[in-house]
Structure formats: structure tokens, C-alpha cells
């Protein structure tokens, strides 16, 4: 059985420390969250260059203040430098943080959730996408050498 550590720090450094904690305690994956504190996907590509044998994830990253292809571009460029170890999770957030504290509107989840995942997924799987959506518009390419497909993780 695998079991994953989800951890809070306020440092990258402190990340690290976690991880290599965790590896010694049994851990096999590692979840970092992005909200009020470091950038997820940074220090998880910090990280794993430094420990290698384990897997990452992001537990999660709110889907509305970040466009899809700019997310995809962090995500593969996280994916190349973890060498395919990353799992990308992903969601609406909360209202009162995304109309509260980012002053977007948090109208039609479901529709921007949809249109989201229809920009996202083909550049993470192919790196080319073409989608007119009712909240969102992708269309373009990423090459990210030494990136590949990884796993995409919904929270609902």
C-alpha cells in the first residue's frame, strides 16, 4: 500500500524538510496545496530535484485566477523537471475566495469547470489545443522538452 503526505509549509525549504521527513516515516507521494502560501508547482519542481523516488501532486490549485494554458505551461514544465513524477490536481476553489478576496466572478462553475479541462487536458496530453468555450478560449501549442502526460485530479 502507498500512502501520500499532504503538507502545509510556508517555505520551500520547509517543503523539503517535510519531504525528506515523510521518506523517512514511509511515504511514498507528497501534496502540496496553492492557496495563502508558496507556490505549489515551484516547489515541487525544487523539491524534486533534490529527492528523487517519490511522486508529487498538488492538492490543489484553484482553477479560476490562473488560465488553463498558463497552468498547462507550469504543469509540464513541473512534469520535466520532477522526470514524470506529478499529479496535477485541480478545482473551482470556493466562492468567497475567488468573488471575495480575487474579485472574479464565480458565475457558471460547472461551465468554466468543463471549459477548463477542454483547454487543459489536450495541451497536457498532446500539447496542441483549439477550444472556443462559453467561459474560456485556448488555442495554441506548448513544447516543453522532457515533459510528458501526467495524471489530472478533480476536486469536487
Known amino acids: 500500500m502507498r500512502i501520500g503526505l499532504f503538507t502545509f509549509p510556508t517555505s520551500i525549504d520547509g517543503f523539503v524538510a517535510d519531504v525528506e ?5 514511509g511515504f511514498s507521494s507528497f501534496w502540496l496545496p496553492q492557496i495563502f502560501g508558496i ?4 516547489a515541487i519542481s525544487i523539491a524534486a530535484r533534490e529527492i528523487p523516488d517519490v511522486t508529487f501532486g ?7 485566477p490562473r488560465h488553463p494554458m498558463a497552468l ?16 496535477l490536481g485541480i478545482g473551482l476553489s470556493h466562492q ?10 464565480f458565475d457558471k462553475p460547472a ?15 498532446t500539447g496542441k489545443v483549439n477550444h472556443v468555450g462559453k ?13 510528458s502526460p501526467f495524471p489530472v485530479m478533480i476536486a469536487v
Do not use: N
Open 21 to 25: 521527513m515523510g521518506i523517512d516515516e
Open 39 to 42: 507556490d505549489a508547482l515551484t
Open 58 to 64: 498538488t492538492s490543489v490549485i484553484p482553477t479560476y
Open 72 to 87: 498547462a505551461q507550469q504543469a509540464l514544465t513541473t512534469q520535466a523537471a520532477t522526470d514524470g513524477r506529478l499529479t
Open 96 to 105: 468567497v475566495v475567488i468573488e471575495g478576496m480575487y474579485g472574479m466572478s
Open 111 to 125: 461551465i468554466h469547470m468543463r471549459d477548463y479541462l477542454d483547454v487543459l487536458l489536450p495541451l497536457v496530453r
Open 135 to 147: 467561459t474560456l478560449t485556448g488555442k495554441g501549442q506548448l513544447g516543453i522538452d522532457g515533459s
